[in-house]
T-cell receptor, first 113, second 115 residues
Framework: GENVEQHPSTLSVQEGDSAVIKCTYS??????FPWYKQELGKGPQLIID?????GEKKDQRIAVTLNKTAKHFSLHITETQPEDSAVYFC????????????FGSGTRLSIRP | EAQVTQNPRYLITVTGKKLTVTCSQN?????MSWYRQDPGLGLRQIYY???????DKGDVPEGYKVSRKEKRNFPLILESPSPNQTSLYFC??????????????FGSGTRLTVV
């Protein structure tokens, strides 16, 4: 079955700098890669997703890149702000199958003032 | 407001005492699922439901039961809770479009402690 590995487990960056979180997946059939942000005391919230027919997607300060050959995808946050502090989860699944979504272990991102 | 509502938010119980965590969504989503979150392990799926009366096991179903009698509700039942079920639980829902999955909406979580 699918396995998703996420690195690093913790990340601390200076406010205004960029943050990068990386994930690898094992099942070459996976074609949907969402990213979730979990703030303290709340449930995860979808922030961006990408399907395997594109290599990059951007939404303001957030971007996700996908390398299908290497089976890895990354989340990039530019110009980090204090409100970016949270736990981030990557996930992989077949787009047509909600039941098979597998999450990474999470990255705790801290933004230093 | 579109949301997934879980109750209770916090629960402390004793080993063996049956409990139910409720989950309700107001978005008419077909798909609902339960996850548990443990440090260093991310989110692991317990059970899921593709629609009313259709449920199936996820990756860690042992010790849990679910039912889906109505589209909006998906309760999680622990018949005989044990300390290893101490965790943070999330309910999630999603619409299943013809073209695929749109994305999960998660509840705010239920922190369960079994002593």
């Amino acid at each position: 079955g699918e396995n998703v590995e996420q690195h690093p487990s913790t990340l601390s960056v200076q406010e205004g700098d960029s943050a990068v979180i990386k994930c690898t997946y094992s099942d070459s059939a996976s074609n949907y890669f969402p990213w979730y942000k979990q703030e303290l005391g709340k449930g995860p919230q979808l922030i961006i997703d990408i399907r395997s027919n594109v290599g990059e997607k951007k939404d303001q300060r957030i971007a996700v890149t996908l390398n299908k050959t290497a089976k890895h995808f990354s989340l990039h946050i530019t110009e980090t702000q204090p409100e970016d502090s949270a736990v981030y989860f990557c996930a992989a699944s077949l787009y047509s199958s909600a039941s098979k979504i597998i999450f990474g272990s999470g990255t705790r991102l801290s933004i230093r003032p | 407001e579109a949301q997934v509502t879980q109750n209770p938010r916090y629960l402390i119980t004793v080993t063996g005492k049956k409990l139910t965590v409720t989950c309700s969504q107001n978005m008419n989503h077909e798909y609902m699922s339960w996850y548990r979150q443990d440090p260093g392990l991310g989110l692991r799926q317990i059970y899921y439901s593709m629609n009313v009366e259709v449920t199936d096991k996820g990756d860690v179903p042992e010790g849990y039961k679910v039912s889906r009698k109505e589209k909006r509700n998906f309760p999680l039942i622990l018949e005989s809770p044990s300390p290893n079920q101490t965790s943070l639980y999330f309910c999630a829902s999603s619409t299943l479009k013809r073209t695929g999955v749109y994305g999960y909406t998660f509840g705010s979580g239920t922190r369960l402690t079994v002593v």
